[in-house]
């Protein structure tokens, strides 16, 4: 900034050196004296000299600094676009790498629902096979119980039979049969009954 205004300062007083030799001549003009050759000679030389000081100025110490500040603005302007290249690079990477995560994540979310769904199906499995064991020994239980209670229900129905066949004989033969004889003949009628079931 202050390499600016003292270029134009600079740049203001070469001017003012240039416009001096026409101002000193317009000055004489106003006057009304026309000038001579020898002059106008002298004033040409003045203003060549006077040009060529300050295009020397202008040359040695102005426009370096020019140069040098529009290459500095050239450099600096480069430099913020390498910058934004680099800051776009670097969010097109980052955005890569978001992909990247997002995809993992959602892989990694796609194996945890078939792992949970797996545990399900083998939970069920495994459930469904206690309950068929379970249903199996309930069903086993069942038919022992139902066995059991047959035999019971044929055991005492075989035990009615035989009090009331012994009641009966014993009406017949009027006599009393005692209970070794009962036992004898419930134990007979069973094993024929058996023997027929068979």
Known sequence: MLALRMNRLLLAAGTALVML??????ADEAVGAIPTVKQGFATGVTALIVFAITAAFLGVVVWPKISQGLD??????K???EAAEQ???QAKDALEE??????QARAEAA?????????????AADLKAKSEIELNAMRERAMKEIDQAKRAAVSELYADATNLATMVAGKILKREINAQDQQRLVEESLGQLQSLRN
């Open 87 to 89: 800051a776009r690079k």
């Open 111 to 123: 194996k945890m629902i078939e792992a949970t769904k797996a545990q399900q199906n083998q939970l």
């Open 98 to 103: 978001y992909q990247k995560s997002l995809a």
């Open 72 to 77: 500095d603005r050239a450099n600096k302007i």
């Open 21 to 26: 030799p026409t101002l000193v001549l317009a």
């Open 79 to 81: 430099d913020e676009i």
